[in-house]
């Protein structure tokens, strides 16, 4: 057949793939080390008439959460404990910050140059003074949840020995809660 003879006849459409409604919003990449501490909540206005929040449309969100809180809202550790794991926390992340960039590149000199040094010497210090209170049998199940942001399935309580690890967790934080004199 020529080219003048198909001329004449109507082109096929290419087909149109429509997304399905699972990808109505974008909630970010679907892989396991991403949705890692996300959770998905409505993202609704707060109606100034009544006080409630309201989200006609069903717009939803991700959003980062620390398991430490949802663990304690849950009623899975004690406020207490949450505490004393956010005060560990606090001095464990004070020890991973180095020295800022200088700001001034032509002047180096300070009347203290030795002020670094003696502020991470101070955050090491602080953080032995909480640490050295974790019994040795606590210190991973306390390092996978506290330090490290992950779940008892770090420190191998996987499948049907994760609430073991959960109740570990706990009493951990509440043994190290009541050495801090809380």
Excluded: F
């Excluded at 909630?27 to 989200?55: K, P, S």
């Excluded at 140059?113 to 502020?119: E, G, Y």
């Amino acid at each position: 057949m020529s080219r003048s003879k198909r001329a004449g006849r109507p082109r096929k459409p290419p087909p149109v793939t429509i997304p399905g409604p699972s990808s109505r919003w974008d909630m970010g990449a679907t892989g396991a080390a991403n949705q890692a501490g996300l959770v998905q909540e409505d993202a609704g206005d707060v109606d100034l008439a009544t006080g409630r929040i309201v989200n006609p449309n069903g717009v939803r969100r991700m959003r980062r959460v620390d398991m430490l809180e949802v663990w304690q809202r849950k009623g899975t550790i004690s406020t207490r404990g949450l505490h004393a794991a956010q005060l560990l926390r606090g001095a464990y992340e004070r020890t991973q910050c180095g020295p800022g960039w200088p700001d001034n590149d032509r002047v180096q000199s300070s009347p203290r140059p030795d002020l670094a040094v003696t502020i991470q010497i101070d955050a090491l210090s602080a953080y032995h003074a909480v640490a050295r209170l974790v019994d040795v049998d606590d210190r991973p199940v306390i390092e996978a949840c506290v330090l490290r942001g992950g779940t008892p399935g770090r420190c191998g309580y996987r499948g049907r020995t994760y609430s073991a690890g959960l109740v570990h967790l706990a009493e951990a934080l509440d043994r190290l809660a009541g050495r801090l004199g809380w």
